[in-house]
Nanobody
Framework: QVQLVESGGGLVQAGGSLRLSCAAS????????MGWFRQAPGKERELVAS????????YYADSVKGRFTISRDNAKNTVYLQMNSLKPEDTAVYYC???????????????WGQGTQVTVSS
């Protein structure tokens, strides 16, 4: 099965930047839709950004549009989330996710990483 391992989280001041990486193992990475979710304490997990298998279709949540950039490098089996102009409300555990069909519904997602903590201080 596909394994996803996130890295790059940490503690930053408001206005700062972080780059998250998700390294995937498995033969079918290039065929997967990839995305990033986040979950803050007491809140539901929400989709932050997604990118299609070839990078041709990209989605961002309204709350991060213009600040975050998702990208993928299929040759490296890696998806990235560049986060700029971070705000305290971005604080959450960020999860990498992958599915062959869609990330539009939580129940449809086949693969999840273990998560990486992002904390943004005021």
């Amino acid at each position: 099965q596909v394994q996803l391992v996130e890295s790059g989280g940490g503690l930053v001041q408001a206005g700062g930047s972080l780059r998250l990486s998700c390294a995937a193992s498995g033969r079918t990475f290039s065929a997967l839709i990839m995305g990033w979710f986040r979950q803050a304490p007491g809140k539901e997990r929400e989709l932050v950004a997604s990118i299609s298998s070839t990078g041709g279709r990209i989605y961002y949540a309204d709350s991060v549009k213009g600040r975050f950039t998702i990208s993928r490098d299929n040759a490296k089996n890696t998806v990235y989330l560049q986060m700029n102009s971070l705000k305290p409300e971005d604080t959450a555990v960020y999860y990498c996710a992958a599915d062959p069909i869609t990330l539009r519904a939580m129940g449809s997602i086949r693969y999840w990483g273990q998560g990486t903590q992002v904390t943004v201080s005021s």
